[in-house]
């Protein structure tokens, strides 16, 4: 493996860490996730969607997180777990924009009640995470 790839991989195995780690974090305290959630469903696509239906989302999410992250660590179906993890950074990067553009002023709740309060450096990061993870597939060689 070339030096680009190796930092890529590293970079990869660094956001299953912390996909599992904010995982984690929101079954332990689950209250801000369910806040931006509910402002996603409820409030920006006017869903109206019940507090059952808000938790089984969120478990949801926390399961897919954790479990890409426990693959990419173990190297369980590499390429699949690569591409689950771009198309999970994506989607966070897609709501990212649309929370800045509806000026949601809450926490993200990706850390649980640890979460920062959500803006531009979010959006960035998220970016940035799903773009070296794209490269990743683009230059891995296995």
Same mark, same amino acid.
């Given at each position: ?37 509910? !402002? ?36 369980? !179906?590499?390429? @699949? ?7 999970? %950074? ?16 809450? @926490?993200?709740?990706? %850390?649980?009640?640890? @979460? ?8 960035? %990061?998220? @970016? ?15």
């Amino acid at each position: 493996m070339d030096k680009k790839s190796a930092l890529l991989s590293l970079y990869c195995s660094v956001l299953a860490l912390l996909l599992i780690f904010s995982g984690i974090l929101k079954i332990i305290n689950p209250d801000d996730t369910i806040e931006m959630i509910q !402002y996603i469903f409820n409030q920006t696509f006017g869903l109206g969607l019940g507090i059952r239906i808000i938790l089984i989302l969120m478990f949801i999410i926390i399961l897919i997180e954790m479990l890409v992250g426990i693959c990419w660590l173990l190297k369980i !179906y590499i390429r @699949s777990t690569l591409f689950a993890m771009m198309f999970l %950074f994506f989607g966070f990067t897609l709501l990212s924009l649309l929370l800045i553009i509806q000026n949601y002023k809450g @926490s993200c709740g990706c %850390f649980g009640s640890a @979460s920062p309060d959500f803006g531009t450096g979010h959006l960035i %990061f998220v @970016s940035l995470s799903a773009a070296a993870i794209f490269l990743t597939i683009r230059f891995r060689r296995e």
